[in-house]
């Protein structure tokens, strides 16, 4: 007989989730009576530092168990392990949590993080529906001023020609090469964007670059002019607004590019660059090895000098200065930022952002790329404190792609999607849950409709010749279907990248950033994005509800959202076989059969939600 105990049911642990220093928190956990346990003791520890023990006392009997309960309170924030010791009348034993945290043996421990109690998300962001644009590539209005352009650059003639992926002579891919998106382009197309239900637009880097990514910024405060001026900013962000959809923009501080107006290796700029001379007043931002050829990169490329982040010139520039980087974006109509490569911020800088764009525009949004459990990850042998010291507002919600992707494509049969949704759900604060970026797609992943059948991971030339076959587009246009209406149902903020929406197929960079097919876009597929956005928008509880799962073995998913009163309840079925389900106000189904009046049929492959 097992001992029971689950931390993610409020019968053994209450609250659920997370806590705020000094707040109760009861425990109970129920052991056979055969084991004789006269107490149990609670043993937390604060990421390795001192340990704190709270006692359970058996307080009644439930059947063959013995039921010990017992409250405790942490008193500070912070990432906290917990195990349980069991006292016998002949000794004791350590219980430690496994998979499914009732068959305790050796294993890991369990986790509570314990949050700001002044932590707060903005109300727009929560179970926002998300729209990410790869500028360049999305829609092209008009002529630009090409005037400032860093070269050299060439500008595809075709609005569907290939993008160039090949290497020069020296095996240099320069990602030089562009379509000619640009701000009015974006802006032409809200119209659009809001007929799929969007209320955020994330628009990957638009400051002046050398490359077609943006990533290797050239200056902080200044649009590219491939994408246009300041005022076409300023035009898409109040375009925007009037359609009650936010604008966030990818914020790169770990490295800026060489060609820059700080690093000015290349000579580009009329700027006194840390490349040109010693005394530049950004000689600081930049670690040399051997001044000017030798310098810290990130991961290497020569072409994206770091930055040292804490110097305090680059604080000011960036965050503290009237006229910060961060207080001129957002004071042209920016709504937030993404923060790219979050890992390689360090807290501090983190915090004083978060902190500084909060004075700016109170309601700002913060989102970190992060792409495992953010609540406990450790990097460059660092525990980072995102949530612990209210760092940020969401995060990039990749552990929920990569469950997705696993059942729907039959590596899972549901267990392991419920143990991550619910990991997730647990460990992160509320309000954060609900901000999360659920994506499928990024311009940092392979398209999802290839991702979902072809691994392939060849040379760029065998992927720049790859497509999908007949049968394969069939089965990943299916298995889309499904994978869209889960990440439309789960908790946190939908996001769709450019172009998903109409069957955008390829494989990782460059091949997931071709232009969007506008003319050719599948009318089906585009009206599932469509009835998904009408179904968030009209459903608080898919927005706003918490979770609870009742089914989730067999290819079989059920669970419930449920806020405000009402109920929805959503079943996936990844089986060959029809599954039979409650009947209910029926909000949506597919391959749905009314098999009697108490209850519907599902067929293979088959997903619904009824509302209650």
């Known amino acids: 007989m097992r001992i029971l105990y689950d931390s993610k049911q409020t019968k053994f642990k209450s609250p659920f989730g997370t806590l705020i220093p000094d707040q109760p928190c009861t425990l109970h956990i129920y052991i056979p009576s055969t084991v004789e346990a006269v107490k149990v003791s609670c043993i937390l520890d604060r990421d390795g530092q001192s340990s704190r023990t709270a006692e359970l006392y058996q307080q009644r009997r439930e059947g063959p168990y013995d039921v010990f309960g017992g409250d405790f309170s942490l008193p500070q924030t912070g990432l906290y392990f917990y195990y349980f010791y069991v006292h016998t009348s002949g000794g004791g034993f350590r219980l430690f949590k496994q998979g499914d945290d009732t068959n305790m043996e050796a294993g890991d421990l369990w986790q509570v993080s314990c949050i700001p109690a002044d932590f707060h998300t903005p109300d727009w962001a929560k179970g926002a529906t998300i729209y990410q644009i790869f500028p360049d590539r999305f829609c092209r209005s008009g002529q630009t001023d090409l005037t400032g352009k860093l070269r050299p650059y060439t500008l595809h003639n075709y609005w569907h020609e290939e993008v160039h992926w090949q290497p020069d002579g020296q095996g240099i891919v320069h990602n030089n090469d562009f379509f000619g998106g640009n701000l009015r382009g974006i802006q032409e197309k809200l119209d659009y964007i809001a007929s799929l239900g969007v209320t955020m637009v994330y628009l990957n880097p638009i400051c002046k670059s050398y490359s077609n990514h943006r990533y290797d910024t050239g200056d902080y405060k200044t649009v590219d002019p491939m994408l246009g001026t300041q005022e076409d900013f300023v035009n898409l962000c109040n375009a925007a607004h009037a359609r009650g959809i936010r604008v966030i923009l990818d914020g790169v501080y770990s490295h800026t590019g060489s060609n820059s107006l700080y690093f000015n290796r290349e000579g580009a700029f009329e700027s006194l660059g840390a490349a040109n001379s010693q005394e530049s007043p950004y000689y600081n931002w930049y670690t040399f090895y051997h001044w000017p050829d030798s310098y810290h990169a990130w991961w290497n490329f020569d072409t994206l000098p770091t930055v040292n982040k804490m110097e305090p010139s680059f604080l000011r520039y960036i965050i ?287 997903f619904c939600i009824t509302e209650e």
């Open 320 to 606: 503290t200065d009237p006229d910060s980087v961060v207080a001129h974006w957002l004071r042209l109509g920016a709504d937030g930022f993404r923060l790219d490569v979050a890992d390689e911020l360090p807290d501090a800088f983190i915090q004083m952002l978060r902190r500084r764009i909060k004075e700016i525009k109170p309601d700002a949004l913060l989102l970190a790329e992060v792409w495992e459990d953010a609540s406990s990850k450790i990097a460059y042998g660092h525990r980072r404190s995102y949530f612990t010291q209210g760092e940020v507002d969401a995060v990039m919600n990749y552990p929920f792609r990569d469950a997705i992707i696993r059942f729907v494509r039959g590596q899972d049969g549901g267990q392991g999607l419920k143990e991550t949704v619910m990991s997730i759900v647990e460990n992160y604060p509320a309000e954060v849950v609900a901000c999360n970026m659920n994506l499928l797609g990024t311009h940092d992943t392979p398209r999802i409709l290839t991702a979902l059948v072809d691994d392939f991971d060849g040379s760029r030339e065998e992927k720049a010749r790859r497509r999908l076959s007949r049968n394969q587009f069939s089965i990943a246009w299916e298995r889309l279907l499904s994978a869209s209406f889960l990440q439309y149902t789960l908790p946190g903020s939908p996001c769709l990248y450019y172009g998903d929406e109409v069957c955008m197929e390829g494989h990782r960079d460059p091949f997931n950033r071709r232009p969007f097919p506008w003319g050719m876009e599948d009318p089906e597929f585009l009206s599932h994005f469509r009835r998904l956005g009408r179904l968030r928008r009209d459903h608080e509880a898919l927005r706003l509800g918490d979770i609870r799962f009742f089914q989730a073995a067999d290819k079989h998913l059920g669970f419930t959202r449920s806020y405000g009163g009402k109920t929805c309840r959503i079943y996936c079925n990844r089986s060959s076989d029809t599954w039979d389900v409650p009947s209910g106000k029926l909000v949506l189904g597919y391959h749905l059969q009314v098999a009697a009046p108490d209850w519907l049929t599902l067929g293979p492959r088959g």
